[in-house]
């Protein structure tokens, strides 16, 4: 049997703050699941503009995604309930996909500025989010490494992908 769920009016007592204090820093209910995005979105892309020009769009791309560990390190205890609250709600799931589409836009921008062709900067960003979303999913999953140990074995198999 599943737990009672406390009430909005009930958690918003304990963090001792009013129904308007809450909304004034998050907008949208939502947000409480997905507040991060644009502090990940400047990491990330700061990230791509501050990499050694030297450095081709998909190693940028791996150094920048790898800036974010501490991000999920920190949030290691919430991804799994977040996992699953997001899979139960069709609403969330939108949130969660307009998420994934700002960082990826965010980083196709990044790489475009750096030089890299419009198509070539769409389709790292979408395979680097894929790559990111696989090894934070495989972190939690079988509990060994880092994030950035299963990012590299991700960035890793996808460069054999490509050889074969």
Known sequence: MPFPQPSASCCLRIAEVTERTFFRHFPDKR???FGNEAQLIELLTNAIKDAPREL??????????MTAEPVFIENQAS???LRRIVASSPALQERHLAKVRAM???LVAALVERGV???QASLAAQ??????GHAVTAWHEDGSGTPNDHLMQ????MRALFAR
């Open 127 to 132: 395979m680097g989010m894929t790559a990111i």
């Open 104 to 106: 990826t836009l965010a």
């Open 31 to 33: 947000e409480v699941l």
């Open 154 to 157: 991700a960035f890793d198999d």
């Open 56 to 65: 081709g769009p998909w190693d940028t791309l791996l150094r920048a995604l």
């Open 117 to 119: 062709a419009d198509r």
């Open 79 to 81: 991804f799994e309930p």
